[in-house]
């Protein structure tokens, strides 16, 4: 199989990069649950889940963080 470069990758038609990014996305997904987290990212997501166990109501919803991001110039 030819390898690709980023060059080459530049080239292509805006709709055909979209689609290598969906056939790449898709390989990574169909093997996602090889990934494995690090002792340090077990612990920082147990502890966000228990902060959020004990004040559910203190996050934002991702609808209201979105639009305050694009508002943001």
């Keep these: ?5 980023a ?6 038609s805006i709709p055909e990069r979209i689609q290598l990014v969906e056939d790449i996305w898709d390989t990574i997904a169909a093997e996602a649950q090889s990934i494995e987290l690090t002792a340090e990212e077990k612990i920082i997501i ?11 109501g203190l996050g934002s919803p ?6 305050r991001i694009l508002s943001k110039p």
């Design 62 to 67: 991702w609808e209201d963080v979105y639009k």
């Design 46 to 56: 147990d502890e966000r889940l228990e902060a959020y166990h004990k004040n559910p």
């Design 7 to 12: 060059a080459d990758a530049i080239s292509l």
């Design 1 to 5: 199989m030819k390898k690709i470069t």
